[in-house]
C-alpha cells in the first residue's frame, strides 16, 4: 500500500515535491494512476524532456540528468536555476557557464540552450583565429581549457605591439636584419638571413601560422 501526495483542487504535485497552481515548463499538467493531479513530462515513457519541451532517449554532457522517476526524466541546463527555461548564459563543453562565448569559438543555440563549443576535432589545436591544426609547435604554448585544446602565443594578449621571437621570448621591437610576419592575433619575427639560426623555427611556424 502506498501513500500518495494529494494537493488541494486546481494544485498539482510538482517535480521539487511542493504543491503549484500551474506545472514549471517543461512539463505539462497529468494525473497519476491514483487520480492525483500532477506535473508529468510530455514525453514517452523511459524519454528524457528538454528544456524547450522536446523529447529524446538520451541526455549527453554537458547537460545534466535528473530522474525524479521513470516517467518523469529531465535533461537539464546546468546554466540556469532549475535547468529549464531560456538562459542568457553559454555553456561551455566542460559545463562551465559564461554571459559570452570566447571570440575563437562558434556558438548556437538549440532547444532553449545557447552553446559556446568549437568545431575543432577533439585531437587539434584551436588557434585564436579560430582555426584548427593538429601542432602547436614552438614558441606558441598550448592549454587545455573547457577540456579543449588551445594553441596560443606566450605573449600578453592584450599587447598587440609584442613581437613573439622563436626562443619564446616577447620583445617590443624587430631590429634589423629580422623581419617579421604578422596576422589577425599574432607578431612572429623571422630570420632575415640564415646566418642568424632561426631559418628552421621560420619553416616550422609557418605552415601552422600564416594561413
Known sequence: MTCAKRCSTGYYWDRDQSCMATCS????PGTDSN????CNSPCAAGDFVYPDGSCAGNC?????????????????????NGGA????????????CSDTCQDNLSQKTTLNIKYCYSS???????????????????????????????????????????????????????????????NEKFSIVIAAVEANGFTQTQAALEPAIFL
Do not use: M, R, W
Request: proline share 12%; charged share 15%.
Open 25 to 28: 515548463a517543461p512539463l505539462v
Open 35 to 38: 487520480g492525483f493531479a500532477i
Open 60 to 80: 549527453d554532457p554537458p547537460l545534466t540528468t535528473n530522474i525524479v522517476k521513470a516517467t518523469l526524466k529531465l535533461c537539464l541546463n546546468p546554466c540556469l
Open 85 to 96: 527555461g531560456i538562459s542568457t548564459k553559454f555553456l561551455y563543453p566542460d559545463g562551465s
Open 120 to 182: 575543432c576535432s577533439t585531437s587539434q589545436f584551436i588557434y585564436p583565429d579560430g582555426s584548427c591544426d593538429g601542432s602547436c609547435p614552438a614558441p606558441l604554448a598550448n592549454k587545455v581549457q573547457y577540456t579543449l585544446k588551445f594553441c596560443n602565443s606566450p605573449c600578453d594578449a592584450n599587447d598587440p605591439s609584442l613581437f613573439l621571437y622563436p626562443e619564446g621570448t616577447c620583445k617590443s621591437t624587430c631590429p634589423d636584419p629580422l623581419s617579421h610576419k604578422s
